[in-house]
């Protein structure tokens, strides 16, 4: 469920296409997937907050990352109220997207075969995501 204090973001496609790298683009707004095994944050251990990569809202806290084996950045539990989800009949059997509850930029599928303590996996496209270390500035939320 979406935190009602965020404000929605609106913009274009053609909007964000200008914005954001075409890599990213296609991940966040044509709901692509990248190839597992290709994001630089699967390997990211450091203590930090991921950002969403088209208007930097933050959704996971790295405390809640976890190494799932399948290739894509996973975590186990969004920060509260700044992920939306619906459901995605891509493929036969359903499956459950989630985005970025400020942008609406798709960033993954949740599945519940996760770990403890929340028991679902949030299974993130790494281009969808930045990785902010602890001490860092968070980027300022894109306009
Ligand atoms: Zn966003």
């Known amino acids: 469920m979406a935190d009602p204090k965020i404000a929605k973001l609106e913009k274009s496609r053609a909007e964000w296409k200008k914005l954001l790298p075409p890599e990213r683009y296609a991940v966040l707004f044509e ?10 944050l699967n390997q990211e251990k450091r203590a930090g907050t991921f950002v969403c990569a088209a208007c930097h809202l933050p959704l996971f806290e790295s405390v809640a990352k976890y ?12 920060i509260p109220g700044h992920l ?22 798709h960033q993954g599928h949740v599945f519940s075969d996760g770990p403890a303590p929340t028991g679902q996996r949030y299974c993130n496209n790494g281009l969808a995501v930045e990785f902010v270390p602890e001490g860092e500035p968070l980027p300022k939320l894109r306009e």
Do not use: M, V
């Not at 939306?84 to 930029?105: M, N, S, V, W």
């Open 67 to 78: 190494e799932s084996g399948t290739g894509w950045p996973s975590f186990f539990q969004p």
């Open 31 to 40: 709901g692509g997937t990248e190839r597992p095994f290709t994001s630089g």
């Open 84 to 105: 939306e989800t619906k459901r995605d009949f891509k493929l036969i059997l359903p499956r459950t997207e989630y985005h970025c509850a400020r942008c609406g930029g």
